[in-house]
């Protein structure tokens, strides 16, 4: 693949497929929640390292990560951790429609963690699992 070098974008590939081409301010703030929402899941994201302002996402593994992401923002009811999440769930979500992956919209059992639990802030209850999947959508 050519180097895009002198670019102020970075580049987010699916083989010759461009999903993204943010600024390298909003790509590096990315690829830090990308980091850290692996070590919360426990799974790799798909996501390539950034090399020459390109990287190639992996649609088997990414799929797996955002359906794995999905069902953990599904069960967060910690009004805080589903705002920090929100914006990053909505953007892997753009992702995955541009790169044609389907995902799993539908609830599914992921394990807990450790048993250790924040205390909790509920946020308002969705009406319906359709009105959670549009929300995330509109987003």
């Given at each position: 693949?050519?180097?895009?070098?002198?670019?102020?974008?970075?580049?987010?590939?699916?083989?010759?497929?461009?999903?993204?081409?943010?600024?390298?301010?909003?790509?590096?703030?990315?690829?830090?929640?990308?980091?850290?929402?692996?070590?919360?899941?426990?799974?790799p994201s798909g996501i390539g390292p950034m090399q020459a302002d390109e990287?190639?996402?992996?649609?088997?593994?990414?799929?797996?990560?955002?359906?794995?992401?999905?069902?953990?923002?599904?069960?967060?009811?910690?009004?805080?951790?589903?705002?920090?999440?929100?914006?990053?769930?909505?953007?892997?979500?753009?992702?995955?429609?541009?790169?044609?992956?389907?995902?799993?919209?539908?609830?599914?059992?992921?394990?807990?963690?450790?048993?250790?639990?924040d205390v909790q802030v509920p946020r308002a209850p969705v009406s319906s699992?359709?009105?959670?999947?549009?929300?995330?959508?509109?987003?």
């Amino acid at each position: 693949m050519a180097s895009r070098r002198g670019c102020i974008e970075q580049y987010y590939d699916m083989g010759d497929q461009t999903l993204w081409n943010p600024s390298n301010g909003a790509s590096r703030l990315f690829m830090s929640q990308v980091s850290v929402y692996q070590a919360e899941l426990g799974l790799p994201s798909g996501i390539g390292p950034m090399q020459a302002d390109e990287c190639q996402v992996d649609p088997v593994a990414f799929k797996a990560f955002v359906d794995a992401l999905l069902a953990w923002h599904r069960r967060t009811s910690h009004v805080v951790m589903a705002a920090l999440s929100d914006g990053f769930v909505a953007m892997v979500l753009v992702l995955a429609e541009r790169a044609d992956i389907e995902v799993n919209w539908s609830p599914a059992g992921f394990a807990e963690g450790d048993g250790v639990k924040d205390v909790q802030v509920p946020r308002a209850p969705v009406s319906s699992e359709r009105a959670w999947a549009a929300t995330l959508q509109r987003k």
